[in-house]
């Protein structure tokens, strides 16, 4: 079996058992790190860190987690698309790690590493996509909203990183994804589209969501385009109460 076989890229690659599977594991693990308790499922594991973008937060969150859980991590600096070719670079990295897990700018030249693998590729983060951070945000809710079933998520947020990996989330469960922004900026890649995934420009989609999220405002957009779409108090005030507690709470961090 080829590395490619068992990656995650993208956030539907997973089956939706297998996606549920790893949430529920996600809330044990949540507590075991609390407890200082972590299981040692990643022990003798050598996982290489190669962070080709910038970026602290989550390649931190992943070096931690692996170390915690018994793993040895190693940060690799090494850039794709260079000088070497991926074929090439690969022969080393799959004789010395048994994972690789990956920040890169584009999705395609992450594709094509995993292609070449003979071991797993975890997408870190991509300018097209952000599957962990989703996966994360996905087990919060459900520990905080005790299922992630019906789920209504609206990202007043322009076509992204963050709000693709939410339109590919909702490829694979049974939740309700909304972008709410201009036209202008948004998502029209049909390999996203579904019958759970739709685009609006109306913000009363929020008065009924269960989590909304928000992006960086894009570079090229005038102030007052995007107006109507700030999320303040006014419009935190009308959503529901659930929605409305994680926003604020959030808010105080």
């Not at 809330?27 to 790190?33: D, Q, S, T």
């Not at 290489?48 to 859980?69: C, E, P, S």
């Not at 952000?130 to 520990?143: M, Q, R, S, V």
Request: net charge neutral; hydrophobic share 45%; charged share 25%.
């Amino acid at each position: 079996m080829t590395g490619s076989a068992r990656s995650f890229l993208e956030f539907h690659d997973i089956p939706e058992a297998g996606l549920r599977s790893i949430i529920d594991r996600a809330g044990e693990l949540a507590k075991a790190w609390d407890e200082r308790a972590m299981p040692q499922s990643l022990a003798g594991k050598r996982v290489a860190l190669i962070v080709d973008d910038g970026g602290w937060r989550n390649t931190t969150a992943f070096d931690l987690g692996i170390q915690a859980m018994g793993g040895i991590c190693v940060h690799v600096p090494i850039g794709f698309n260079a000088r070497e070719e991926t074929g090439d670079i690969q022969g080393y990295l799959g004789n010395w790690f048994d994972m690789l897990v990956i920040r890169t700018r584009e999705l395609a030249a992450l594709k094509a590493v995993a292609a070449a693998s003979p071991v797993p590729v975890i997408n870190a983060r991509t300018g097209s996509n952000h599957p962990c951070e989703t996966l994360g945000d996905l087990a919060y809710i459900k520990n905080r909203r005790g299922s992630i079933d019906g789920l209504k998520v609206v990202g007043v947020a322009a076509d992204a990183n963050i709000l693709r990996s939410w339109a590919e989330a909702s490829i694979a469960l049974p939740i309700e994804v909304v972008q709410v922004y201009p036209e202008r900026w948004h998502i029209s890649d049909a390999a996203l589209l579904n019958g759970r995934f739709r685009v609006s420009t109306d913000m009363s989609e929020l008065s009924d969501a269960d989590v909304v999220i928000t992006d960086s405002w894009p570079g090229d957009a005038a102030s007052d385009a995007l107006a109507g779409y700030r999320i303040g108090t006014d419009v935190c005030g009308r959503m529901r109460s659930f929605c409305r507690a994680r926003r604020l709470r959030a808010a105080r961090r």
